[in-house]
């Protein structure tokens, strides 16, 4: 699957269109709601990577994204260490959590993995209620300092990290490696025949996507200035597989644009205020009984074959 | 030491009668259902709602509570999870939005307060020096209660049997003239039926609140994780272990620890012996 012309035209588009978008909305609000659009397009394209290639679905990415987001927030709040070392230590730690939960489950066939990690969100959220001494129990972890002040310094930033990680994950999942993981999800047993480590690829592609999920936390608390048991809800879960299923499952790239149209599209539903959830499960029944494949990455696919 | 005994007994047969229903539907029909807890919930909901707003005899909504909420899941399984039952995932999927769908529908017309749901029974035991409201007696007498009831069924009807068939081979059941699709429903009502009962009984004494299926849901999956996904007698085996230890620790350290076994019960066991106790070597 190398990349075709129209591919990088594409690329190009939308990556000018990110640059461009805040400069030319302008006000500090969009900025705001583009940055946490951002965030979720890391959060989506880092749950596609390990669950669109193997095919092993993640139920609980929250719990890479709450890792990070606490990290940066431990850090910063309770030891005033300087916030660029959150970006360091987020996916170091989230990747800890990710083995914790990976080695047991990962190795057995079955819906094992889904839902521990399901339980496993879920019980940090407990968790962090529990150790309210440290985590601040409902309230969360406040005053976090920004890492940048301009706010569009900021969001140049977060999209910097964006490009960098999809352009990481593409690669790898171009390269033999993705063939491998797609390889695992199409017929794991005969992967296994032919003498591949199923259990080494999918544990080690789950570490990159902790990885990335852990880093888009810390930029999301640093952004927010903020970090509650919220972070780790199964909602938040729910949230990137509803995104991912938009863009197109294992294109990576389908992933970012989902989250960037659903972000933008939930602000655009603000009025709606608490029926929104009911929209957001209404679109996921929708797109599971009438576009099983999604909306941006057969659009794009079509596109290409269109031209070419 | 009494007081463990019985909290552990009154909390393991809630325990197992989700265990039970999540490891049914399962076991026959491989839908993973992450609704289950929302049948809880709608239990518990649907009783106070009978009794507060429309002034239904206690033990009457308590019975019409059970046939809607089964009711409930059958329609589920017939609407959205059937034309969906070849990908696991898109199950997945589904019962979760239909979960989230449920979780909404109380929060807008409950709000998120917790609400009081009346016992079936009042008063306290006195038993061996210590007090146990007759509530909890009644939910530990009503769970032995259903699931032997339910063993009965399995082991002495005609559709006990046809549903241990499919569950034991789907395919070969089939050819012998069972109706897997109508088998299917009937055990997601029966499932979503035992979920109902366990939210009526628990309700007195739990707060009954939109979000309460969650966790029973998390702990159910642990259950049958440890007893063996698919296994009728490991659940019950699970929900006792993680019952006894839960209520050990909730008496012994604190509330808020006991809530860290179930999860690593769940990690452990797949560590030591990913089938569970009794599962089949499926899992490996």
């Known amino acids: 699957m190398m990349m075709s012309r129209i591919d990088w035209i594409g690329a190009l588009a939308a990556l000018c269109g ?37 095919g092993r679905e993640n139920f609980g990415h929250s719990l890479f994204i ?3 987001a606490y990290t940066a927030g431990f850090l910063n709040v309770n030891f005033g260490i300087v916030p660029w070392w959150s970006l360091v230590a987020a996916p170091i730690v989230a990747v800890m959590f990710s083995l914790v ?50 706010q569009l310094d900021y969001y140049y930033l977060v999209l910097g990290f ?58 999301y608390a640093h952004y927010q200035l903020q970090v509650g048991p919220d972070l780790f809800t199964v909602i938040l879960s729910i949230n990137i597989i509803i995104m991912v299923y938009v863009g197109g499952m294992g294109s990576i790239y389908g992933p970012v644009g989902g989250a960037i149209l659903l972000s933008v599209l939930t602000e655009a539903l603000r009025g709606l205020s608490e029926y929104r959830l009911w929209v957001y499960t209404l679109v996921l029944i929708f797109i599971l009984f009438f576009m099983p494949n999604g909306l941006i990455a057969p659009l794009w696919r079509r596109l290409r074959s269109i031209t070419s | 030491m009494v007081q463990i005994l019985v ?6 047969a809630i325990y197992a009668m989700l265990a039970v229903g999540f490891t049914l539907i399962f076991g026959v029909a491989r839908i993973l259902n992450l609704a289950h807890g929302s049948f809880y919930a709608l239990g518990a909901y649907t009783v106070y709602a009978l009794t507060t707003n429309a002034n239904v005899p206690l033990w009457l909504a308590a019975i019409l509570t059970v046939l809607l909420v089964a009711a409930f899941g059958v329609g589920v399984e017939r609407v959205l999870v059937r034309p969906l039952r070849r990908s696991m995932l898109a199950v997945l999927l589904i019962t979760l939005a239909v979960s989230l769908m ?19 029974v009042s008063g306290t035991y006195h038993f061996a020096g210590v007090d146990i409201g007759a509530q909890r007696v009644l939910a530990l007498v009503g769970g032995v209660v259903i699931l032997v009831g339910l063993w009965l069924f399995m082991q002495h009807t005609r559709l006990g049997s046809a549903i241990l068939a499919i569950s034991q081979d789907a395919e070969a059941a089939q050819y012998m003239g069972i109706p897997s699709d109508r088998i299917y429903s009937i055990v997601m009502g029966l ?33 049958v994780v440890v007893g063996g996904l698919g296994s009728i007698p490991g659940s019950i085996v699970g929900a006792l272990l993680l019952g006894y230890s839960e209520t050990i620790i909730a008496f012994k350290v604190s509330i808020e620890w006991s809530q860290i076994v179930s999860v690593a019960a769940v990690l452990l066991t797949l560590i030591l012996r990913p089938a569970g106790f009794f599962g089949k070597r499926a899992a490996f």
């Open chain 1, 18 to 54: 990110l640059i461009a978008a805040p400069l030319l909305l302008g006000s500090t609000y969009i900025i705001g709601i583009l940055t946490v659009a951002l965030c979720f397009g890391m959060w989506a394209a880092s749950w596609d990577f390990m669950s669109g290639l193997t």
């Open chain 1, 66 to 68: 709450g890792a990070g």
């Open chain 1, 101 to 150: 939960i990976g080695f047991p489950t990962l190795r057995l066939k079955g819906p094992y993995f889904a839902l521990a990690m399901l339980s496993a969100a879920t019980m940090m959220q407990s968790i962090t209620v529990i150790f309210s001494t440290y985590t601040g129990g409902q309230d969360g972890l406040n005053g976090l300092d920004p890492i940048l002040y301009s």
């Open chain 1, 162 to 219: 964006l490009v960098a990680s999809v352009c990481l994950l593409k690669v790898i999942a171009n390269s033999s490696w993705g063939t491998l993981l797609r390889a695992i999800r199409g017929d794991e047993a005969s992967c296994q025949a032919a003498g591949i480590n199923v259990t080494f690829y999918k544990i080690a592609s789950l570490m990159i996507s902790a990885a990335v999920a852990g880093l888009g936390g810390a930029l």
């Open chain 2, 7 to 12: 909290y552990g007994a009154v909390i393991s």
């Open chain 2, 102 to 120: 449920v979780e909404q529908v109380l929060l807008l017309t409950f709000g998120s307060e917790a609400r009081n749901v009346p016992s079936l």
């Open chain 2, 191 to 223: 499932s979503a039926g035992i979920a109902a009962a366990a939210g009526i009984l628990v309700a007195p004494f739990q707060s009954v609140i939109p979000s309460m299926g969650l966790l029973p849901l998390v702990k159910a999956f642990a259950i």
